[in-house]
C-alpha cells in the first residue's frame, strides 16, 4: 500500500513538473505554444524559434524548477535540524544578509555580478554570524538558534528598509523586484541544477539519519548517529542551497515552508519521500508561478514572490481543511 502510494505520487509530481515546464516554455508575449517548443526540442522549428526557446525560456524555466527545488529542500533539512514546523530556509537570516549586501550594491550602481557575489556573501555571512551568536562558549541548541535568526532577521529587515527609503527613485524598482524574487536575469541554471540533484540524492540517502534526527537527538544518539557532526552537516547543505537560491533569483518566501509541509500530508515523514517529493514540487510551484508572473501583465511583469504565495497559501489551507475532516 505504502509502495502504491509512493508510485502514485511520485507519477503525478513528475507529470505536474513536466507539463509545467511545457507551459512554460509555450508561453509568452512571443507567438509560440507548446506545439512550437515541442517542435524545437525536437530539432524541428525555424532558426528565430529556436534561439527564443533555447536561449530565453527554457533557461529560465530550469532556473525556475532548479531555485523552486532548492528551496524546498533546503526548507525540509531545517524543519529537521530545528525540530519546528515552521522553520524554513530563511530563518536564519540569510536572505536578509543577502538583500542587505544586494542593496548596499544596487544603490552604488554596481555591475550584476558584484550583487550576486555580495548577495552570496551576505547570505553566507549572516547564516555564520547567526550560528557563531547561537552557539556562544557552549553547544548550541535548536531553540537558541532560532531565536537568534529571528533577532537578527529583524535587525537585517530594519537595515532593508533603511536602504529603501534612502535609495534614488530609479534603482527602487529593481531592489523591490530582487526583494520579491525576480528570475528575469535568471538565464544560467547550470549550478542550481547540479546542486539541486547533488543535495537531493544526498538529503534521500541520509534519510533514515534524518528519520532519527527528527524524532529528537536523544534517540538519534542512542542509535549511534554522530549528532554535531551530522548537524553540523545539515546546517551546511541547507545554508548553502538558501545562499544560492538568493543569489540567482532574489527573495522568494513561502516555497520552503509550506511545500515540505504538504509533501508530508500526502507521504507521511519518511524523508525517503519527502525530499525528492519536495523537490519535484518546490521546482514545478516557482514554474508555474513565474509563468503567471511574465505572462499575466505581459509585457509587464509581477514579483514571482506574490505569485508563489497566492497559489500556495489556498491550496495549503484546503488541504489542511480537508486532512481535519478525516481524522
Not at 68 to 95: C, D, F, H, K, W
Not at 157 to 170: E, F, H, N, V
Not at 236 to 263: D, E, K, R, W
Amino acid at each position: 500500500m505504502f509502495a502504491t502510494r509512493s508510485i502514485l505520487l511520485f507519477t503525478g509530481l513528475v507529470a505536474i513538473a513536466v507539463g509545467a515546464l511545457l507551459i512554460a516554455l509555450g508561453s509568452g508575449s512571443a507567438n509560440i505554444g507548446v506545439a512550437d517548443s515541442l517542435a524545437v526540442l525536437w530539432g524541428q522549428a525555424p532558426e528565430q524559434v529556436r534561439m527564443l526557446v533555447l536561449d530565453l525560456r527554457l533557461p529560465r524555466a530550469l532556473s525556475a524548477f532548479a531555485v523552486g527545488g532548492l528551496l524546498a529542500v533546503a526548507g525540509v533539512l531545517m524543519q529537521v535540524l530545528l525540530r519546528n514546523p515552521l522553520a524554513e530556509p530563511y530563518i536564519l537570516g540569510t536572505s536578509g544578509g543577502a538583500a542587505v549586501a544586494a542593496l548596499v550594491c544596487m544603490l552604488f550602481g554596481l555591475s550584476s555580478f558584484a550583487v550576486d557575489a555580495a548577495a552570496f556573501g551576505g547570505a553566507m555571512g549572516a547564516t555564520l554570524l547567526v550560528f557563531a551568536i547561537a552557539h556562544g562558549t557552549g553547544a548550541w541548541t535548536p531553540a537558541r538558534l532560532l531565536l537568534t535568526g529571528v533577532v537578527l532577521a529583524a535587525g537585517f529587515s530594519a537595515a532593508t528598509t533603511l536602504l529603501l527609503a534612502l535609495s534614488p527613485d530609479q534603482h527602487l524598482r529593481g531592489m523591490l523586484f530582487w526583494l520579491m524574487g525576480d528570475l528575469s536575469f535568471a538565464y544560467a541554471p547550470a549550478r542550481e541544477l547540479w546542486l539541486l540533484l547533488g543535495l537531493t540524492v544526498a538529503a534521500t540517502l541520509a534519510a533514515r539519519h534524518l528519520n532519527v534526527l527528527a524524532r529528537g537527538e536523544l534517540q538519534a544518539a542512542i542509535v549511534g548517529l554522530p549528532v554535531t557532526a551530522f548537524r553540523y552537516l545539515i546546517f551546511a547543505a541547507a545554508s548553502l542551497a538558501t545562499a544560492l537560491a538568493v543569489t540567482s533569483v532574489g527573495v522568494i518566501g513561502f516555497i520552503g515552508l509550506v511545500i515540505p509541509h504538504l509533501m508530508r500530508m500526502f507521504a507521511g515523514s519518511d524523508h525517503r519521500i519527502v525530499v525528492p517529493a519536495s523537490a519535484l514540487a518546490g521546482g514545478a510551484l516557482l514554474v508555474v508561478a513565474d509563468t503567471l508572473a511574465r505572462t499575466l501583465l505581459a509585457p509587464r511583469q509581477l514579483p514571482v514572490g506574490a505569485l508563489t504565495a497566492a497559489i500556495g497559501v489556498p491550496l495549503f489551507l484546503v488541504l489542511m481543511s480537508r486532512s481535519r475532516q478525516y481524522r
